[in-house]
């Protein structure tokens, strides 16, 4: 297993439609392995394939430390058939670090994909498991809490990045 790097905002791959995964191959597996290091190593809940440079449809999800009766799991090619409720929840992201806002979400989905083993899943979620993939699909869809949230917000986490940045070249 490996730890791979988190790529951050604005990194081009974060803003990318990702591609459907068409056989669960070796290759594969291990970036689910790798992904489920990369994450807990990084203390998330979550962690889509394009977080760390692969664009494909592939995410893991683990949100334990929030809601213990919950595991870990993998699942490739995820899609929401059905949703109900409305939930809003402080979310941060791996890739938008030092950020956290709240953002309103389905309360319940149903979610289809395929287990790492290949098998078609359903699995219905509630509360912060729901909320975890929801923030998660959004990302292989190209979509970041940045979005979810009012301009100005955005503006004003911009305006602190270009900050950083304009002091990190002074340093
Ligand atoms: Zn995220």
Do not use: W
């Amino acid at each position: 297993m490996a730890i791979l790097e988190i790529l951050k905002y604005p990194h081009p791959i974060l803003k990318k439609k990702c591609e459907e995964v068409g056989r669960i191959d070796e290759e594969v597996k291990k970036l689910i392995r790798d992904m489920t290091e990369t994450m807990y190593q990084a203390n998330g809940i979550g962690l889509a394939a394009c977080q760390v440079g692969v664009p494909k449809r592939v995410v893991v999800v683990d949100v334990s430390p929030l809601d213990p009766e919950k595991e870990f799991f993998a699942i490739v090619n995820p899609e929401i058939i059905s949703e109900e409720g409305e939930i809003e929840h402080e979310e941060g992201c791996l890739s938008v670090p030092e950020f956290s806002e709240k953002v309103k979400r389905k309360e319940k989905i149903l979610l289809r994909g395929l287990s790492p083993g290949g098998k078609s899943i359903e699995v219905p979620c509630e509360g912060i498991l729901a909320i975890a993939l929801q923030h998660e699909i959004d990302h292989i869809n190209g979509v970041l809490i940045l979005d979810r949230i009012s301009r100005l917000k955005r503006e004003l986490y911009r305006n602190k990045l270009k900050k950083e940045k304009k002091k990190e070249e002074k340093d």
